[in-house]
């Protein structure tokens, strides 16, 4: 240490002021020896020969002499000037520790000696200078005590308090060195010392605002002294310390511009690199680093420095360029203090620049290699999150779990706990979660993360779908945190939790209570109008969930990739395909390593099938397969790709694809569907055999299930179609009791009296539909099977009960397909009689119960019979309903819209006439209704 330097220089000149002194007396004792004749000539000539060597600086061949003399002389004062002098010399050559054993052992010989003071003095000096401050202290304080006329009385208040400052206690060194400033002004080198001390120990003390009062004053009081720079570099420190940045960099700035030792200038360069990192100056601050290298070489100073460039590209978010320096400080300086950390930061670089799997990897390294290393529990930490934020939350758990057990003193044991219970609620298991959320609650109940861990507990309970008691818990959160940074997250997951629970219209009025308090311009405003939005897209309001997701579409926020998937989803729902393609794209754009991604692929893939045929979207979604084969949505678009080419009755390629989606993804859930489809094919194709074998495997590798009940269903078609109708209604009686009051068991009960009736067992079908009709009377197929009582009725010539079976179903089932399909036959029939408003009010129920193809034929008879009397406006309004609420059924929806604009020309509007033709192009292009309209447009160019 430089201040240790000083306080040797100022020992060394007592040292030598003692010699000159000691060397007068002795020669003194010696003459008085001689006069008394008690000494010989010889040991005269030795002892002077002895000062001679002492006072050339040759210690060790004086050592000898005197040795030599204390050996021959043990008593009187040459004997015991000779035994100091061994001290002495041993002193001087840097033995301290001898040095102390014989001032030690003068003492206990010569405890009367005229020279006991001053070896009473050198042993101080002698435990100070093997760093025995407190051995020290007690030998300037004993020599205080006993000589205050001391030859070295000002040497021991100076020692005293030097000794008081390396054992901290600077506030009693303060003092001494005061008695050494006003005592003993004339002293100039112990004043020049104690003044540097005093501004020291303010500075020790952390009292920088006195201690630059006082470096400033060593400065201006001793301009000549050699310790200046130190006492600059000191004041620079102080202002540093005081947060007066500029000034600090100012004054180290002007030590630069002085003859400085190297040290102090490498030093200064270092502090002010580092004064312009903490104000985030890296680009300055990384030049000064640089500097430290070019004037310290392979120091620990350039080693210094050199982290601190790489912590400069790392705190300026540069995480690849500084994970590249710190990988190669490790490389260049392996066996360096500072590589753990150096690798550490290069794992923590990786991790930050959200490579997680690099960082793992790293991270594991690092704990192999560095297991005792400081930063062990950090890495441990770092290393679970890394396992976390990649996704791998079961190997995170593990190591959540386990660093408590490796580091049980770590500080970032209490994160770890919450960390345990987050990654358990990451997979869905939200008992676990709940349990482990609870666990950290009861252990740490003054935890900072307590109201997190209170927040992941409702979350659970929502979770597993106890919405009350996670709004609760929520409510006790707001109540009991109100200051909680994680309040808005609270009250969001609130509204969150009526709209998990299909309670939209209060998760819509919560979000918009929320919005009053939250701006778009705060993130939780955004995460509420993207809570709105989606809210009314679960309600179906597809325009307005747009309106709110456009809002916060360009924003900054966590969830961009959920905004412009729902924003494409809410476009897609009111067919708006070019839209949605732009929402699905900027996802794949903006975010394409979201989760949401593969699925936006698919929805593009779609688009394209609905827009441009299936076989563009075959290409379209061989893509999707190809870039995300590992996602769940390759399974889906080879169900699509079979499924497209199904729709082009290439059904031997759809079979194909579907068994390689099987083959590849046997764990998907569309196996089975893929399975039913394949069996569907083979009973298509009357390969009944092949297909009863398949759908019998489904039925029994997936009970229970959807697929299975279809399965049992055609299992009966089979026998059905074979011929084997016991058989069949056997399969199909045991479904009808095992699926009471459910769509399956009334078509199978239906199934039943088909089986009947296909035997000419007319009475039994009759019997059998009437069950339908009585235990499944809430389906579909019960109007279906009065229906067929009506057809077999009038087949057997009772009309009056086929009458009154029809009437019976338009009674009880005003709005089914059976009904429809009764309006529609007795508006033919008024018509036929000449009855034209009976049949319109017919063909009204009928088209009202929006019963497709039946519904949508009645419509557009509704128009004909409006065009055939003349009444062209009314006409034009019927077909045009047709056009807007029959549209997936363009055998009638094509020739409406043609007709609309005939309707149009007979009224001479012509402009309407014109866009009436042009949507007929447009929206039926492959009808032959598209041609009629392309002739009729250029017959009006003509006119």
Known sequence: MIIYIILKIDFCVSVRKFMRLKKELLIMSVILAFACARLSADAARDFAQAENLFSANNYKAALSEYASLALAFPDGDLGESSYLRQGECRFAMG?????QDFFSEFLNRYPKSRYAAEAEFFLSESYFRLQKYQEALSGYAGYIKKFQDGDFIAQAYYGRAVSLFYLEKYKTALSGFGVVLNRFKDKTSLAHGAQFYVAEAWFQRGSYEDAQKEFSKFIESNADSSFIPLA????????????????????????????????????????????????????????????????????????????????????????????????????????????????????LSAYSEQDYEKSSSMLEKFLKKYPKSSYGDNAFYWLAWSRFKGGDYDEARKDFARLAKVYPQSGFRESSEYMLAESY??????????????????????????????????????????????????????????????????????ANSYLLQGDYARSIDAFNKLSEIYTLKRPEGRNVLFGLGFAYYKKGDYGRAREYLLKIKDSKIENKDEVLYYLGLAYLKDQKFDEAAAEFNEVLRQTPASALAPESYLRLADIYRSSRGPEEAIKVYSDVVGRYPRSPVAAYAMYSIGD????????????????????????????????????????AEKQYAPAQKAFAAIEQNYPYSELSKKASLRLGEIQL?????????????????????????????????????????????????????????STALAPAALEEIAKIQDKQNEKTQARNTRNEILRKYASSASAARIYLQKAAEAKAAGRPEEALSNLRL????????????????????????????????????????FRSYPQFAAEAQYLAGRACQSQKQYEEARKAFGRTREYFPSSLWAAEAEKSLNEMRMK
């Open 425 to 494: 609620f990451k997979t869905q298991e939200f008992d676990s979660a709940r349990k482990y959320y609870e666990k950290f609650l009861d252990r740490n109940p003054a935890s900072g993360l307590f109201d997190r861990a209170l927040f992941g507990m409702a979350k659970s309970f929502s979770g597993r779908g106890d919405y009350g008691l996670a709004r609760e818990i929520c409510a006790k959160i707001v109540s009991e945190f109100p200051e909680s940074e994680i309040i808005p997250l609270v009250r969001i997951d609130i």
């Open 232 to 347: 600059r570099f000191r004041l620079a420190e102080a202002m540093r310390n005081r947060g007066k940045f500029a000034q600090a960099v100012g004054e180290f700035e002007k030590l630069l511009e002085q003859s400085v030792p190297q040290e102090i200038r490498v030093q200064a360069l270092y502090a002010i690199a580092e004064i312009y990192y903490l104000q985030e100056n890296y680009g300055e601050a990384g030049k000064y680093y640089q500097k430290v290298k070019r004037n310290s070489a392979e120091s620990m100073a350039a080693q210094k420095a050199y982290l601190g460039q790489s912590w400069c590209r790392f705190s300026s978010s540069d995480y690849k360029g500084a994970g590249r320096m710190f990988t190669a400080f490790v490389a260049r300086y392996p066996g360096s203090e500072l590589a753990p950390q150096a690798a550490y930061m290069a794992a």
């Open 644 to 683: 497209c080419y199904m729709s082009l009755q290439k059904k031997e390629d759809a079979v194909r694809a579907w068994s390689e989606l099987a083959d590849e993804y046997p764990l998907s859930n569309l196996t089975g569907e893929v399975n039913y489809n394949i069996a569907e094919f083979l009973m």
């Open 721 to 777: 179609l074979s011929g084997n109708f016991a058989t069949a209604i056997d399969i199909y009686r045991k479904i009808s009791s095992e699926n009471p009051g459910t769509a399956h068991g009334a078509l199978a009960q239906f199934k039943i009296a088909e089986a009947c009736s296909a035997q000419n067992k007319n009475r039994q079908a009759v019997s059998e539909y009437r069950k339908v009709e009585e235990k499944f009377p």
């Open 95 to 99: 033995q301290y520790s001898k040095a």
């Open 846 to 885: 009928c088209a009202e119960a929006y019963q497709g193809e039946v519904s949508a034929q009645a419509q557009k008879q509704i128009a004909d019979l409006y065009y055939e009397r003349g009444d062209f406006k009314e006409a034009t309004v019927e077909y045009l309903k047709t056009v807007y609420l």
